[in-house]
Antibody, heavy 116, light 111 residues
């Protein structure tokens, strides 16, 4: 069974940073593109970005370029999202998903609240 | 404001067939496939339809997807109370440097 478990969320002040993690199991993690999708309270999902199997290609939505970085550790089956220079509008549940442009499987999400 | 436009709400009674639309443009639905996601209250979204009209294993054949030009539709037949959820369409968009676009979602109420 495919399992994706996110962690690392919390409350942070504007301008702060967090590193979100996603532990993957139940499939060959290193064989799949992985993505992050976020969902602000009461809003629809928003694609954040994705990373190729070997980490050689990464793509981001314009609003997070230069602030967010996706990385992965295939030996540990872990996906990461480093979020810097956080703003109030980054407040959302952050989901780890399997797939390049189709989110085939989703984790339960980790909540990031940006507030002073 | 989402580039993929969905009606904010839809409703039906048990057993009915309901459809919901997703309108986009030439840079997204017009040239790329559409996915649909179902989000039950308090849970993460779940893939419901991919590649316009394909169902992942485990998704009942009551759910079907279609696409024509720059619009897509999701149909649910034999509506059940457990279908009450938010439904989102999504597609890759080739504008700018590329991104996945999600619609704003349709909240389905089973009366």
């Amino acid at each position: 069974e495919v399992q994706l478990v996110e962690s690392g969320g919390g409350m942070v002040q504007p301008g702060g940073s967090l590193r979100l993690s996603c532990a993957a199991s139940g499939f060959g993690f290193g064989n799949y593109w992985m993505s992050w999708v976020r969902q602000a309270p009461g809003k629809g999902p928003e694609w954040v970005g994705n990373i190729k199997q070997d980490g050689s290609e990464k793509y981001y939505v314009e609003s997070v370029k230069g602030r967010f970085t996706i990385s992965r550790d295939n030996a540990k089956n872990l996906l990461y999202l480093q979020v810097n220079s956080l703003r109030a509008d980054d407040t959302a549940v952050y989901y780890c998903t399997r797939g390049r442009t189709t989110a085939e499987h989703w984790g339960q999400g980790t909540l990031v609240i940006v507030s002073s | 404001q989402s580039v993929l436009t969905q009606p904010p709400s839809a409703s039906g009674t048990p057993g009915q067939r309901v459809t919901m639309s997703c309108s986009g443009g030439s840079s997204n639905i017009g040239r790329n496939t559409v996915n649909w996601y179902q989000q039950l209250p308090g849970t993460a979204p779940k893939l419901l339809i991919y590649n316009d009209n394909q169902r992942p294993s485990g998704v009942p054949d009551r759910f079907s997807g279609s696409k024509s030009g720059t619009s897509a539709s999701l149909a649910i037949s034999g509506l059940q109370s457990e279908d009450e959820a938010d439904y989102y369409c999504a597609a890759w968009d080739d504008s700018l440097s590329g991104r996945v676009l999600f619609g704003g979602g349709t909240k389905l109420t089973v009366l």
